[in-house]
């Protein structure tokens, strides 16, 4: 990034689109479909391991760090719920990361030597030992640059006492086969990240692998899905009933559960008239928007007489238009008229 970039994302992160008046970036706002909702959050994937070996690319969706503020501003007065969007993505991309580690370990299987129940314990404990010696190396050596010497210290004495461990859970291993099957670099993959890590990794790959970041990044992703899985059953109901109250209780479904007997019995009646009224609005509507898609498929297919080949092509694509409409006509209404301001 160039020094003018920087300063760029610094003004952006620090006082939104209004930065630019009406003319920001991508021309949308931070609520629109198109943007990452996890990026809002600083848990998009793609952003966490970027530049590193596991890089996904570009995200599908919009990341601009001017969004991300002007959702930071607004969030402190309405309550968005990105956080339940957040755990559906982290949630999809960790499943698949998950695959992936048993598809390796399945090869893994399939390729390497089997090794009897009671060397394969042996291996276990070696490899058990290294990843202690990793993740402690990489930690004490972040601690030292952070300065804080003390702690590094202390980190170090410790992995000493398990390199001694592992020597002894090396030797053990090794004893327990011929030299030739020994010398055979022996594949785990790492839970965490889905990278091998090989029984004959010396301590500094190891420190690089677990203080890599690559790794460090799986767990900040892993870490801040299981946070938000703590919560997101009671948001996702939070959601429903602040749905439920800003549509003015023109659904009379009010969550159902909420709604005891006695009540129910009570709102039996003028509910039933208002659903009366309520169908008869609805169909009337209903007709209204039919007789508007028939004018429009037969202007449509005037239009599409000489290329009949794409018509029907066509009307699929203005009927899928026709739902999106619908789906979210007010929201879409509203921000295209700001734009065009
Ligand atoms: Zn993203
Ligand atoms: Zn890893």
Do not use: W
Not at 77 to 85: A, E, H, S
Not at 167 to 195: G, H, I
Not at 268 to 281: A, G, L, N, S
């Amino acid at each position: 990034m160039s020094a003018h970039e920087q300063m760029r994302a610094m003004l952006d992160q620090l006082m939104g689109t209004s930065r630019n008046g009406e003319t920001d970036k991508h021309g949308v706002k931070f609520y629109d479909d198109s943007v990452c909702k996890s990026f809002l959050l600083q848990c998009c994937p793609h952003e966490i391991l970027s530049s590193t070996r596991m890089d996904l690319g570009e995200c599908p969706k919009i990341h601009d760090l001017a969004l991300r503020a002007d959702y930071e501003l607004a969030s402190k007065t309405k309550d968005y719920y990105y956080d339940i969007d957040a755990t559906e993505h982290l949630e999809a991309f960790i499943q698949d990361c998950d695959r992936r580690t048993t598809a390796a370990k399945q090869r893994l299987a399939e390729t390497q030597e089997e090794l009897s129940a009671e060397v394969t314990e042996k291996a276990n404990s070696v490899h058990e030992l290294a990843e202690q010696i990793g993740q402690k190396l990489a930690r004490a050596e972040a601690l030292g640059e952070e300065g804080m010497v003390e702690e590094s210290v202390k980190l170090m004495g410790e992995i000493d006492e398990l390199r001694k461990r592992k020597a002894v859970a090396e030797q053990e291993y090794r004893n327990s086969m011929p030299a030739s099957s020994y010398q055979q670099q022996k594949l785990r993959v790492c839970e965490v990240c889905s990278a091998y890590l090989g029984i004959h990794d010396n301590d500094r790959r190891l420190a690089d692998h677990f203080g890599g970041k690559l790794h460090l990044g799986f767990i900040t992703i892993r870490e801040k899905l299981a946070e938000l899985k703590k919560t997101v059953e009671k948001r996702r109901e939070d959601r429903g009933a602040e749905r439920e109250r800003s549509s003015g209780g023109r659904r009379h479904y009010v969550g159902g559960r909420e709604l005891d007997r006695r009540a129910r019995r009570h709102r039996e009646v003028p509910r039933e008239r208002k659903d009366e009224r309520e169908r008869t609005d609805r169909e009337r509507g209903e007709r209204e928007r039919d007789r508007g898609r028939d004018r429009e498929r037969e202007r449509e297919k005037k239009r599409s007489r000489s290329r009949s080949k794409t018509r029907r092509e066509s009307r699929e694509k203005s009927r899928g238009r026709d739902r999106d409409a619908r789906r979210s006509r007010s929201y879409r209404s509203t921000s295209r008229e700001r734009r065009r301001e």
